[in-house]
């Protein structure tokens, strides 16, 4: 049997072998980091080099850095009673406190009327395209782009940023809101005032040491233009789908994307169904936002998009990472041509 195939790294990211590393020592440090003995102390000196990490990884200052249990934690902090704008193309943890009155192009591109009431994502999951963030956007989703490219908070004009350690190679369940000096939030977990009074709980200091050598680590990737031969890759995958037989629409492909996602349209062809055959063919791939894919429903991403009903739901997302491979880019389009074909005769 042929060695299965992971093209889900917008759902999440393997695990860094830094971050397990990270990870294992941390638990073995017994203190809490709120005590104020030894062990206390050197429980609370993890979380701070993580946060220094995350912070130098993303270009903030790492006093402005909250730990929280993910970017749907950040979301609700950052956006709980505020009236802000946000397009139908937000993921779910920040559609459910935005408006989602925003027009969406055809290309993915949102327009934003007044930036300080508004949330805006830097880069879509399901189609990767880019957003260009006006200065002083109260609050932009960079889960998915953190790590696969530079990211300068302090930079960007933005107030508020939601990141998340498992995108980028750290533990799942744990993720940052990061604000801008002078910004403050309401906690919505009150209790010991950790986290700089803005998110009380004990410190999820395994998950915390893991976020942060994932960050360092996918920085040093960034550095080292690793993502450029994962652009490469999925040029070739789109090329090699192209033809004058094809049907399948590749999304956003005119628009600046991330250089690892690719959203594929099959007129007719389900979204869901692709997936299984996929699946059972050796190969992991999504139908959309990993929150939502398991739900068996028309991407709203699409749909702003302007696509079909007979469209938006015929779609999947493939995307990739530095460790994929040529050969295994190449196995996949072998597959999806047979399969699709096949649905064909």
Same mark, same amino acid.
């Given at each position: 049997?042929?060695?299965?195939?992971?093209? +889900?790294?917008?759902?999440?990211?393997?695990?860094?072998?830094?971050?397990?590393?990270?990870?294992?020592?941390?638990?073995?440090?017994?203190?809490?980091?709120?005590?104020?003995?030894?062990?206390?102390?050197?429980?609370?000196?993890?979380? %701070?080099?993580?946060?220094?990490?995350?912070?130098?990884?993303?270009?903030?200052?790492?006093?402005?850095?909250?730990?929280?249990?993910?970017?749907?934690?950040?979301?609700?902090?950052?956006?709980?009673?505020?009236?802000?704008?946000?397009?139908?193309?937000?993921?779910?943890?920040?559609?459910?406190?935005?408006? *989602?009155?925003?027009?969406? *192009?055809?290309? *993915?591109?949102?327009?934003?009327?007044?930036?300080?009431?508004?949330?805006?994502?830097?880069?879509?999951?399901?189609?990767?395209?880019?957003? %260009?963030?006006?200065?002083?956007?109260?609050?932009?989703?960079?889960?998915?782009?953190?790590?696969?490219?530079?990211?300068? #908070?302090?930079?960007?004009?933005?107030?508020?940023?939601?990141?998340?350690?498992?995108?980028?190679?750290?533990?799942?369940?744990?993720?940052?809101?990061?604000?801008?000096?002078?910004?403050?939030?309401?906690?919505?977990?009150?209790?010991?005032?950790?986290?700089?009074?803005?998110?009380?709980?004990?410190?999820?200091?395994?998950?915390?040491?893991?976020?942060?050598?994932?960050?360092?680590?996918?920085?040093?990737?960034?550095?080292?233009?690793?993502?450029?031969?994962?652009?490469?890759?999925?040029? #070739?995958?789109?090329?090699?789908?192209?033809?004058? +037989?094809?049907?399948?629409?590749?999304?956003?492909? %005119?628009?600046?994307?991330?250089?690892?996602?690719?959203?594929?349209?099959?007129?007719?062809?389900?979204? %869901?169904?692709?997936?299984?055959?996929?699946?059972?063919?050796?190969?992991?791939?999504?139908? *959309?936002?990993?929150?939502?894919?398991?739900?068996?429903?028309?991407?709203?991403?699409?749909?702003?998009?302007?696509?079909?009903?007979?469209?938006?739901?015929?779609?999947?997302?493939?995307?990739?990472?530095?460790?994929?491979?040529?050969?295994?880019?190449?196995? #996949?389009?072998?597959? #999806?041509?047979?399969?699709?074909?096949?649905?064909?005769?």
């Amino acid at each position: 049997m042929a060695e299965r195939v992971y093209l +889900d790294w917008n759902a999440t990211a393997p695990l860094r072998p830094e971050a397990r590393t990270a990870m294992i020592a941390a638990m073995d440090v017994a203190g809490n980091p709120s005590s104020v003995h030894l062990e206390g102390r050197a429980a609370k000196g993890l979380v %701070e080099r993580a946060r220094a990490q995350v912070a130098a990884a993303f270009g903030a200052s790492a006093s402005d850095v909250v730990f929280v249990s993910g970017a749907t934690e950040a979301a609700a902090l950052a956006m709980a009673g505020r009236d802000l704008a946000s397009a139908p193309i937000e993921h779910e943890a920040v559609a459910a406190w935005g408006d *989602g009155t925003l027009v969406v *192009g055809g290309d *993915g591109r949102v327009a934003v009327r007044d930036p300080s009431r508004t949330a805006l994502q830097l880069a879509n999951s399901e189609t990767g395209v880019l957003q %260009e963030l006006p200065d002083g956007l109260a609050v932009s989703d960079m889960t998915q782009a953190f790590g696969k490219m530079s990211c300068a #908070f302090d930079w960007s004009g933005v107030e508020m940023a939601l990141i998340s350690a498992h995108k980028l190679g750290g533990p799942k369940g744990i993720g940052a809101l990061v604000l801008r000096r002078g910004v403050e939030v309401t906690a919505r977990i009150r209790g010991g005032g950790q986290e700089m009074g803005r998110r009380s709980g004990t410190e999820n200091i395994a998950g915390i040491a893991g976020f942060g050598a994932a960050a360092e680590a996918a920085a040093g990737d960034v550095e080292r233009d690793a993502w450029k031969r994962v652009a490469e890759l999925r040029t #070739f995958l789109e090329t090699s789908l192209e033809g004058a +037989d094809n049907p399948t629409i590749l999304v956003g492909k %005119e628009s600046r994307r991330l250089p690892n996602t690719s959203c594929l349209v099959t007129p007719g062809w389900k979204g %869901e169904t692709q997936v299984m055959a996929l699946d059972l063919a050796g190969f992991a791939v999504s139908a *959309g936002s990993a929150c939502s894919s398991g739900k068996v429903r028309e991407s709203a991403v699409l749909r702003a998009m302007g696509f079909g009903p007979g469209e938006a739901d015929c779609a999947i997302r493939v995307s990739l990472g530095p460790d994929t491979t040529e050969e295994q880019v190449a196995r #996949f389009v072998h597959a #999806f041509r047979r399969l699709r074909d096949r649905r064909r005769t």
